[in-house]
């Protein structure tokens, strides 16, 4: 048995208080293992994991064929980098593209990096498509929103706790209240240079705020009216964290568990993490 197996919850804080970075504030359980969507702590209390890592173990913990195909590959190939091929990223790329109905996939390492990405995608499009003048161009976002960690994510953020001795920050976002249709209307009528609308489907750290029936549907439509982008960041509520593949999907059904293309809202750039992973690392 391991040291850690031995000890109590109280003793493992103390230990990572003692040489852990305080970047958080976790609630005082100290989890040892799991099996589908119950987890277990030191000392062998039973709990319902209802937080699901925030949708990263949507399919449970420690499912059979997430945990079989992990180690088939961490006994066969480590890791590549993109200076190489590898046999299994155009079959994943394949099926994600088929799965949700999208052109193209690009994957990368975090959600927030994923935000990023889809931000720069947004941006390079704006001054190549659009026309937009070059170091012009401007996202409209919420207030309240919850999309990463990064100095530039932190920067169209209005949590104080979040963007507190952070600064300077990236400019280029313009923030409106979330489910507010006329605000919106009017942030894209009064600014030509508006490439992209940022938003969650579901306020996550907000609070879990669900818009007003019709709200993603009505956003998208003045989106395409402006010529802007419509990117939606499903990092928590993409994969059946709702239901549905997608909170954007609307009342939509995809009975063979593949999108149709024809989903309530469908975005012209969708963000997904978390539940993307199983919970383990791609």
């Known amino acids: 048995m391991s040291v850690l197996e031995k000890v109590s919850s109280k003793a493992v804080i103390a230990l990572e208080e003692k040489h852990g970075a305080h970047n958080y504030h976790p609630l005082p359980v100290v989890l040892k293992r799991g099996e589908g969507v119950f987890v277990w702590d030191v000392e062998g209390k039973k709990y319902y994991d209802f937080l699901s890592a925030y949708s990263a173990v949507n399919q449970g913990h420690c ?39 999208y052109d193209k996939l690009l994957p990368m390492n975090t959600g927030a990096e994923a935000v990023e ?33 990064t100095t530039t994510i932190i920067s169209f953020s209005n949590d104080p706790v979040g963007r507190k001795n952070f600064g300077p920050y990236t400019e280029g976002f313009l923030k409106i209240e979330y489910d507010n249709l006329n605000a919106l209307k009017e942030a894209l009528e009064n600014n030509v240079n508006v490439a992209g609308f940022l938003v969650e489907p579901i306020q996550g750290e907000a609070g879990v705020f669900v818009p007003s029936e019709g709200y ?67």
């Not at 704006?126 to 960690?149: D, L, M, S, T, W």
């Not at 709702?242 to 309530?264: V, W």
Request: glycine fraction near 8%.
């Open 63 to 101: 499912h059979p064929k997430i945990v079989g195909a992990m180690t088939e590959q961490a006994q066969t190939l480590t890791l590549t980098s993109r200076a190489f091929y590898n046999d299994m990223l155009g079959k994943f790329e394949k099926y994600a593209t088929e799965t949700f109905h």
């Open 117 to 149: 990405t889809a931000l720069k995608i947004c941006r390079k499009w704006a001054y190549e498509e659009k026309g937009i003048p070059e170091n012009k161009a401007q996202i409209i976002v919420c207030k309240n929103n919850f999309h990463g960690r």
């Open 216 to 282: 993603l549907k009505s956003a998208k439509a003045l989106c395409e009216k402006h010529n802007v982008l419509f990117i939606a960041d499903e990092v928590q509520t993409g994969i059946a964290r709702t239901g549905r593949l997608l909170a954007t999907c609307g009342n939509c059904s995809c009975p063979d568990k593949h999108c149709s293309g024809k989903p309530e809202v469908k975005a012209d750039i969708l963000i997904l993490g978390k539940a993307l992973s199983g919970g383990a690392y791609l």
